[in-house]
């Protein structure tokens, strides 16, 4: 099971124990549970999180000044930054216009950054 911490990294995983005895699973026979909480399995966060720390750091500093920009002059700042960030580098690409996961499977992201080391080998675990 995967999911994002969000604010809490303890939550998301009592939230998934709560779903996994709620569901009797864990009353299965020979079912192996296994469960990693995004961005990397400790801290509060997600998928976007992740993703933006895999990006060029050049990139991020110019998306980051981008968005304290948009707040000096108007005063809004995103209430999902992470999600808002990747969003604003998501639209520098050749094609604008993909979702996350679309962008992922296009070969926007850099798969082999260190920054996936421990989701990959959870996966491969499985």
């Not at 604003?88 to 070969?107: C, F, I, M, N, V």
Request: proline share 2%; net charge negative.
């Amino acid at each position: 099971m995967t999911r994002d911490a969000d604010e809490s990294f303890d939550n998301a995983s009592k939230s998934i124990e709560g779903s996994i005895i709620q569901h009797k699973l864990n009353q299965v026979e020979n079912l192996k549970i296994e469960k990693f909480i995004l961005p990397d399995n400790s801290s509060p966060g997600m998928l976007e999180d992740l993703c933006l720390k895999s990006i060029h750091t050049d990139e991020i500093s110019c998306i980051e000044d981008f968005f304290q920009c948009i707040e000096k002059s108007t005063g809004r700042k995103s209430k999902e930054i992470s999600k808002a960030k990747i969003h604003a580098w998501l639209s520098t690409q050749e094609h604008p216009d993909k979702r996350l996961g679309e962008a992922a499977k296009a070969g926007y992201i850099d798969w082999d950054n260190e920054t996936f080391k421990e989701l990959k080998k959870f996966i491969k675990n499985l």
